[in-house]
């Protein structure tokens, strides 16, 4: 059932994105149902029916990924059901064709095995300055914390001030930094975890 969700995103995702349209979606899915190859992926068919490309295909894969993520975070982020990119878009302070063109970036980069989270696909672009990166962080309850022992830098979720936090990698206590010049983070960690 669970994958069957996820197909279901997915294909919301394409035609969102206007990738592919209802009906190629619909043909799609009548194809995997008759077929019983319900274990093949939707956007396998549809790339194979040629109404969405392997980039597109990329594309809504990094969205779904994009969206599964920041789900995963903490249960406040997913009340707001919004992603980066789409609070960005709200917030007037991009387009959301620059956000798919983000993401498209950002999965052509991790195609070379290279992985960067969106915020810093979108402040290398030029989309996002780094100080809108932080408030739209802010805004879904995340603070960038470092460690002055080995200088990796975390997601925090849930952070409230005064709490004590570990580098999960030395130990050594997490501080906010006097100065972030960068949004480029290790990891996540739950605050109230």
């Given at each position: 059932m669970?994958?069957?969700?996820?197909?279901?995103?997915?294909?919301?995702?394409?035609v969102?994105?206007?990738?592919?349209?209802?009906d190629a979606?619909?043909q799609?899915?009548?194809?995997?149902?008759?077929?019983?190859?319900t274990?093949?992926?939707?956007?396998?068919?549809?790339?194979?029916?040629e109404a969405?490309?392997?980039?597109?295909?990329?594309?809504?894969?990094?969205?779904?990924?994009?969206?599964r993520l920041?789900a995963?975070l903490s249960?406040?982020?997913?009340?707001l059901?919004?992603?980066l990119g789409?609070?960005?878009?709200?917030?007037?302070?991009?387009?959301?064709?620059?956000?798919?063109?983000?993401?498209?970036?950002?999965?052509?980069?991790?195609r070379?095995?290279?992985?960067?989270?969106?915020?810093?696909?979108?402040?290398?672009?030029?989309?996002?300055s780094?100080?809108?990166?932080?408030?739209?962080?802010?805004?879904?309850?995340?603070?960038?914390?470092?460690?002055?022992?080995?200088?990796s830098?975390?997601?925090?979720?849930?952070?409230?001030?005064?709490?004590?936090?570990?580098?999960?990698?030395?130990?050594?206590?997490?501080?906010?930094p006097?100065?972030?010049?960068?949004?480029?983070v290790?990891?996540n960690i739950?605050g109230?975890?």
């Amino acid at each position: 059932m669970a994958e069957s969700k996820l197909e279901m995103l997915f294909g919301k995702i394409a035609v969102a994105c206007g990738f592919v349209t209802d009906d190629a979606l619909e043909q799609a899915l009548d194809s995997q149902e008759l077929k019983s190859d319900t274990h093949r992926h939707l956007g396998r068919i549809l790339v194979e029916q040629e109404a969405m490309t392997e980039d597109e295909l990329m594309t809504v894969l990094a969205i779904q990924r994009e969206n599964r993520l920041r789900a995963e975070l903490s249960p406040a982020v997913r009340r707001l059901g919004v992603t980066l990119g789409s609070l960005a878009v709200e917030r007037e302070y991009c387009k959301l064709e620059d956000v798919h063109e983000c993401i498209r970036e950002q999965a052509r980069l991790e195609r070379l095995n290279l992985f960067f989270r969106l915020g810093e696909v979108m402040c290398s672009k030029g989309v996002l300055s780094i100080e809108q990166v932080h408030e739209l962080l802010a805004s879904q309850n995340i603070t960038i914390l470092g460690c002055p022992g080995c200088f990796s830098k975390y997601n925090v979720l849930n952070y409230r001030e005064g709490a004590k936090l570990e580098c999960p990698k030395c130990s050594t206590g997490l501080e906010l930094p006097g100065i972030v010049s960068s949004i480029k983070v290790d990891a996540n960690i739950d605050g109230e975890g």
